[in-house]
């Protein structure tokens, strides 16, 4: 009962400035989709621009442009041939890709020869990755073709060419027959891909932003020693050990509650959300041991505060928040693994994540036994 009685005075602490736990909820959301805004913004930008041209109409040339444009790293753009030449002289795109006559005859003998005619840019640096791009899509339509073709002739059945044709391009679809996949170092590389589009540094900044509002949310452990609460609750009979237990279990749920919209609106679209979702959960645990640990250890709350934005800012370079630098050394990657921004990042790209949330889970297990042991043992004083 008298556990319970703390943690509602601890939560009644914390939402006595109402204005503040709103603005814990609703900032988190206006700076994350700004950022997120931002990311989208910059990576239009660079994309390479590249112009295809269909002045035929050709269905299958639309067909071709359509794939093409869903290729995240090109933007696509539809113009006649004369507009196009005008736009590479000015260096206004990449590249532009004319396609032959009687496209759709061709690939359906699977013919793929001559088959794109790709102008360049005076200052053209990326056309191989342009014609790549674009003669997968032709080769994929090539070898449908000539499949189609050869069963049609073969058999000669009714309707048999269309079936064919639609059933050898499923075979394209999640990914084409003979797809590797393999891991590096635990990590899948399907899921990096999937984590590539600027979600990546968005939960860099994410395990910044839990760190720091753990540390400023436990800073009641030097409020209460310094205001003499700490003396008087133990007057009422209260321990030290369900004092400091009964606080953080009521700061903890705030602190959760705090994070599950920034959360929840960062994990959405993302197939493996539960698992994301589990290593948010982990880390943050593993931050209020850390918090809590730290806080423990000092008297003052300038230091407490400075050493506070030190270890994340420092953790969260090393960690790989802003960027990998692990990838640079091999002692850079060791002291990354000493980070839990380390754990909880590799974790959200990797297929089995199990390791990383016991890593971060025994982080904050064994942060919070000795923090409670450091508040227990130590005097507390008015």
């Known amino acids: 009962m008298r556990m319970w009685h703390i943690i509602l005075t601890r939560w009644k602490l914390i939402l006595s400035n109402r204005w503040q736990f709103v603005f814990m909820l609703i900032l988190p959301l206006v700076v994350f989709w700004t950022a997120e805004q931002l990311l989208k913004q910059g990576s239009d930008e660079l ?5 295809m041209v269909n002045e035929e109409n050709d269905e299958t040339v639309q067909t071709i442009i359509e794939r093409v444009k869903q290729n995240k790293t090109l933007r696509v753009m539809e113009h006649s041939k004369t507009t196009a030449l005008e736009m590479l002289e000015r260096n206004q795109a990449e590249a532009a890709v004319l396609f032959t006559k009687n496209l759709a005859e061709q690939l359906k003998q699977g013919k793929i020869k001559n088959v794109i005619h790709l102008y360049e840019a005076p200052n053209a640096i990326s056309t191989g990755l342009i014609e790549e791009f674009v003669a997968s899509e032709v080769i994929r339509l090539a070898s449908n073709g000539k499949a189609a073709t050869y069963l049609d002739e073969e058999f000669n059945g009714d309707k048999l060419y269309e079936y064919a044709w639609k059933y050898t391009d499923q075979q394209w679809e999640p990914q084409p027959l003979m797809t590797v996949s393999y891991e590096l170092d635990g990590q899948s590389v399907a899921a990096e891909k999937q984590s590539s589009d600027g979600s990546t540094l968005l939960f ?12 400023y949310l436990q800073d009641w452990v030097l409020t ?7 003396s008087r609750t133990r007057m009422l ?17 705030l602190l959760l509650l705090t994070l599950l919209p920034v959360s929840l609106y960062l994990l959405i679209g993302f197939t493996d959300f539960f698992q994301k979702g589990w290593m948010i959960a982990g880390y943050l645990f593993a931050c209020i041991g850390i918090s809590f640990f730290i806080a423990n250890l000092f008297t003052e709350k300038m230091f407490y505060h400075l050493t506070a934005v030190a270890f994340t800012i420092v953790t969260g370079i ?6 990998k630098l692990e ?4 002692r850079l990657m060791l002291a990354a693994e000493y980070t839990p921004q380390h754990w909880l990042l590799s974790g959200l790209i990797s297929s089995d994540s199990g390791t990383n949330l016991y890593i971060l889970f025994f982080i904050g297990l064994g942060l919070i036994i000795f923090g409670l042991g450091i508040g227990v043992v130590r005097h507390d004083r008015n």
């Open 237 to 253: 009979g209260v321990s030290k050990l369900t004092r400091y237990i009964s606080n953080l279990v009521g700061t903890s749920f």
């Open 47 to 51: 994309k390479v621009p590249v112009i």
């Open 204 to 215: 860099g900044l994410l395990s910044i932003y839990i760190l720091l509002i753990n540390f």
């Open 224 to 230: 209460e020693r310094r205001s003499g609460i700490a």
């Open 327 to 330: 990838e640079f050394s091999g």
């Open 318 to 323: 090393l960690g790989g928040s802003f960027i």
